[in-house]
Nanobody
Framework: QVQLVESGGGLVQAGDSLRLSCAAS????????MGWYRQVPGKQREMVAQ???????TYASSVKGRFTISRDDAWNAVILQMNSLKTEDTGNYYC?????????WGQGTQVTVSS
């Protein structure tokens, strides 16, 4: 089992920056991928950024060049640095930890970007 706790969401203005953190505990040695997903009401949860063992990263096209995902060496935390925020970045952001057998999710943290 992996437990995830997100923090760092809030209300910001367009153009501002925000840093989301996700603390992982439990069987973190089993994690193969960590990432951030975003969900808005009435829409499916969508991938924002992922980082794999071996450091390969993937970003949604809408955030490339503005967001950066990183993790600590022990896979105990993953960070999403969000710069040049836009109103369309608004949503509930969820942390993901993926093992070979299961996806684990955090409780989510709300990000609201005002114009």
């Amino acid at each position: 089992q992996v437990q995830l706790v997100e923090s760092g969401g809030g209300l910001v203005q367009a153009g501002d920056s925000l840093r989301l953190s996700c603390a992982a505990s439990g069987s973190t040695f089993d994690i193969t991928v960590m990432g951030w997903y975003r969900q808005v009401p009435g829409k499916q949860r969508e991938m924002v950024a992922q980082i794999r063992r071996g450091e390969a990263t993937t970003y949604a096209s809408s955030v490339k060049g503005r967001f950066t995902i990183s993790r600590d060496d022990a896979w105990n935390a993953v960070i999403l640095q969000m710069n040049s925020l836009k109103t369309e970045d608004t949503g509930n952001y969820y942390c993901l930890a993926r093992t070979l057998s299961h996806d684990f999710w955090g409780q989510g943290t709300q990000v609201t970007v005002s114009s």
